[in-house]
């Protein structure tokens, strides 16, 4: 594989799993969401700050995987890593929105 077909690979990912989240409607609306549903908690993060937390998740899975030598029965390091190159683009995007602290 090369890295336009890595590309259109993430993208097609992004595109199915946008679909579940969105249902056609705002992409960034679960990051919002979850934003809104903590600051109900008295928890203030930006819908930027949950993506970021999302994409940490990610690293996490695929750090401990590397670290001790296993690969996921659900996702793979693979798609752990696309989801990762996903959520670096998903934070560019929401900071051009103006999503985010600071």
Same mark, same amino acid.
Do not use: C
């Given at each position: 594989?090369?890295? #336009?077909?890595? =590309?259109?690979? #993430?993208?097609?990912?992004?595109? *199915?799993?946008?679909?579940?989240? =969105?249902?056609?409607?705002?992409?960034?609306?679960?990051?919002?969401?979850?934003?809104?549903?903590?600051?109900?908690?008295?928890?203030?993060?930006?819908?930027? =700050?949950? *993506?970021?937390?999302?994409?940490?998740?990610?690293?996490? *899975?695929?750090?401990?995987?590397?670290?001790?030598?296993?690969?996921?029965?659900?996702?793979?390091?693979?798609?752990?890593?696309?989801?990762?190159?996903?959520? *670096?683009?998903?934070?560019?995007?929401?900071?051009?929105?103006?999503?985010?602290?600071?």
């Amino acid at each position: 594989m090369n890295y #336009e077909e890595l =590309t259109q690979k #993430e993208l097609e990912l992004y595109k *199915a799993k946008n679909k579940d989240y =969105t249902q056609g409607g705002d992409p960034y609306g679960n990051f919002k969401r979850v934003s809104t549903i903590l600051s109900l908690w008295g928890i203030h993060l930006p819908p930027y =700050t949950v *993506a970021l937390v999302y994409m940490m998740k990610q690293v996490d *899975a695929m750090g401990r995987m590397l670290g001790e030598g296993y690969e996921g029965e659900t996702e793979s390091i693979e798609s752990r890593l696309m989801d990762i190159s996903i959520y *670096a683009k998903i934070l560019i995007l929401l900071r051009q929105e103006g999503l985010r602290i600071g």
